[in-house]
């Protein structure tokens, strides 16, 4: 079935690590998007690519960096430079602005 | 950066009941969708209106945007307790390279 597949779905770092989260998508989509997403909050973005070997920084881009070697792959490291970086993680596709998004991935911060 | 509002940010009704949530934005606009989200899942697509559309039916969904008020509604009509969910707006901004989400409204249907 066509879709987007993060990886993994829970994780847990210690401070000081860096952690890379997966995201695949199959829908032959040349966007793709990261975004943030704290406890009762809306979604924040992070960086985004239109296009492959091309990445843009989105609102909160310090301390994340991104990839974007494949169309089908869009990876996100959050690093030790991101001061907060306990939060839902949602990557999403998108044709036309309309998003398809993964399952998301959660990373907590020990 | 300036995102939509969704008003109310939270809703509970009854089974069978409408729902309505609204959303307000701040700059011209190409289009507005509306995306579902369980908790701790994926943001579901449900419908887009574009700038020049006033009113858009998806089933027991129906958009609303007035754009003079910079402003849209969603109703759901006959809710069921599946519809229990967070509600967002995105706004598709001219000149802009993505969308800009509201923070949300959870809404609670009581079976």
């Known amino acids: 079935d066509g879709g987007i597949t993060q990886s993994p779905k829970y994780l847990f770092r210690k401070e000081g690590q860096n952690v890379t989260l997966s995201c695949e998508q199959n829908?032959?989509?040349?966007?793709m998007y990261w975004y943030r997403q704290d406890p009762g909050q809306g979604l924040r973005l992070i960086y985004y690519?239109?296009?492959?070997?091309?990445?843009q920084k989105g609102d909160i881009a310090e301390g994340y960096s991104v990839s974007r070697e494949k169309k089908e792959s869009f990876p996100l490291t959050v690093t030790s430079a991101q001061k907060n970086p306990t939060a839902f993680y949602l990557c999403?596709?998108?044709?036309?602005?309309?998003?398809?998004f993964g399952e998301g991935s959660r990373l907590t911060v020990l | 950066s300036q995102q939509g509002e969704e008003d109310p940010q939270a809703l509970s009704i009854q089974e069978g009941e409408n729902a309505t949530m609204n959303c307000s934005y701040k700059?011209?606009?190409?289009?507005l969708q509306w995306y579902r989200q369980n908790s701790g899942r994926g943001l579901v697509h449900l419908i887009l209106?574009?700038?020049?559309?006033r009113e858009k039916h998806s089933g027991r969904l129906r958009v609303t945007l007035d754009t003079s008020k910079k402003s849209s509604s969603l109703l759901i009509t006959a809710s069921r307790a599946a519809d229990t969910a967070s509600y967002f707006c995105?706004?598709?901004?001219?000149?802009?390279?993505?969308?800009?989400f509201g923070t949300g409204t959870r809404l609670t249907v009581i079976p």
């Open positions: 999403a596709s998108g044709i036309a602005r309309e998003l398809f």
């Open positions: 829908l032959n989509h040349d966007a």
């Open positions: 690519s239109q296009i492959v070997n091309d990445f």
């Open positions: 700059t011209s606009i190409n289009n």
């Open positions: 209106i574009r700038s020049n559309e």
């Open positions: 995105a706004t598709d901004r001219a000149g802009a390279n993505n969308l800009f």
